[in-house]
């Protein structure tokens, strides 16, 4: 298979315009080469937009196009696990944007149609190229904070009334913050540490005037075997000018980080990977190593890793492409299925007040 390799999008929404179309441009490694629009108008059109690309008015067109290698599937996630299917079936390599699909059911079989096809199968789980994520990585490989016992992920926001917007995130039984934000928190635990082995889930909502039933805000307490307690949360009522990321503390020290990675915020705005700034975090964003240097405790702020950013991920799968070896996806497809079972677990936990064995 020749690279780079021709790229298929099917969507043409917020995901494919600013989270994958932007990154598939910066990588040497693909090219885009077709978008799936059924519907197209005059202020969102993605033949204006991209007139290199084929535009396709339908998914089955598109998959009869014999020059695409890769497709990335960007729609919303109760269609995820039918088109992953006719894709990989029709000989296609696939990207699903997270979540990944509504039950890990769903996603456990399309880990079995990869591997029955032949083709590699991979979820956008983006976050874990965040800088600050990244930068978290680095001080736990080099053992600054000893021994874990406290791992708090948060992805707090101050939104206490209810979108005006209506879309598939604002249908109660169609969303759950839990398989949005859920999924990209708990994949970055999971990344680090591997499955739990008991999971306790709060889930709900924080809004005064819901009245959908629409779960906005959830808590899971992920418990390890050695101590560790890893808390992943994200609320929608949290009235701060600055709010907590991480903060993961050991027997030799601590890291605490305020503010979320620039890059989504820099990607609404018009900035694009590979221009100046891009993914680049001012020094008073930096989060804070504290240490314990005889018996005292000392602080310093550490500088965020700079990278490819998310454009990383998509450089990761070329790899793994060229490679024809699967050990080298960017996400591996059944890590994404447990993630999938981890917010299951996580709703089932909330419903019937219990810790629950993974």
């Known amino acids: 298979m020749p690279t780079p390799y021709n790229t298929g999008i099917i969507g043409y929404g917020l995901s494919a315009k600013i989270f994958h179309i932007p990154f598939i441009n910066d990588s040497a490694h693909f090219t885009l080469h077709s978008i799936v629009q059924r519907s197209p108008k005059p202020d969102n059109d993605a033949h204006t937009d991209h007139p290199t690309a084929k535009i396709y ?73 965040d800088a600050d994520f990244l930068t978290l990585r680095k001080v736990l490989d080099e053992g600054s904070l000893g021994r874990v016992v ?35 928190l708990m994949d970055q635990v999971v990344s680090i540490y591997g499955l739990p082995k008991r999971i306790t889930g709060f889930v709900g909502t924080q809004r005064r005037n819901n009245t959908s039933g629409l779960e906005d805000s959830f808590t899971a307490l ?11 949360k994200a609320g929608v009522v949290s009235p701060e000018t600055e709010q907590l990321r991480f903060w993961v503390r050991g027997e030799k020290g601590s890291y605490k980080k305020y503010h979320l990675d620039p890059q989504e915020g820099q990607l609404k705005e018009g900035l694009r990977p590979g221009q100046g700034g891009y993914g680049i975090e001012s020094e008073e964003k930096y989060g804070v190593l504290t240490k314990v240097e005889g018996g005292e405790m000392v602080s310093e702020k550490l500088k965020t890793v700079e990278g490819r950013g998310y454009t990383a991920f998509y450089d990761q799968f070329a790899k793994a492409l060229d490679a024809k070896d699967v050990g080298l996806l960017p996400v591996g497809s059944r890590v994404a299925a447990d993630v999938i079972r981890l917010c299951e677990l996580m709703r089932a936990s909330s419903k019937e007040g219990r810790t629950l064995d993974v």
């Not at 729609?75 to 509504?102: C, N, R, W, Y």
């Not at 101050?158 to 913050?177: F, G, I, L, N």
């Not at 992920?222 to 992943?232: I, R, S």
């Open 222 to 232: 992920l418990h390890y075997d050695g101590g560790l307690t890893a808390t992943c």
């Open 150 to 184: 406290e791992f708090e992920s948060h992805f707090d926001r101050h939104r206490p009334v209810m979108p005006s917007v209506q879309s598939w995130k604002t249908d109660p039984a169609a969303y759950s913050a839990v398989f949005d934000l859920g999924t990209h």
């Open 57 to 129: 008015a339908s998914t089955s067109d598109l998959l009869l196009d014999k020059d695409v290698h890769v497709i990335v599937i960007t729609t919303a996630p109760d269609s995820h696990a039918s088109l992953a299917t006719q894709a990989m079936k029709a000989g296609k390599h696939v990207i699903v944007e997270k979540p990944f699909t509504p039950t890990s059911e769903e996603a456990r079989t399309l880990c079995d149609v990869a591997r029955e096809n032949g083709v590699f199968l991979t979820v956008y789980q983006n976050r874990r190229w």
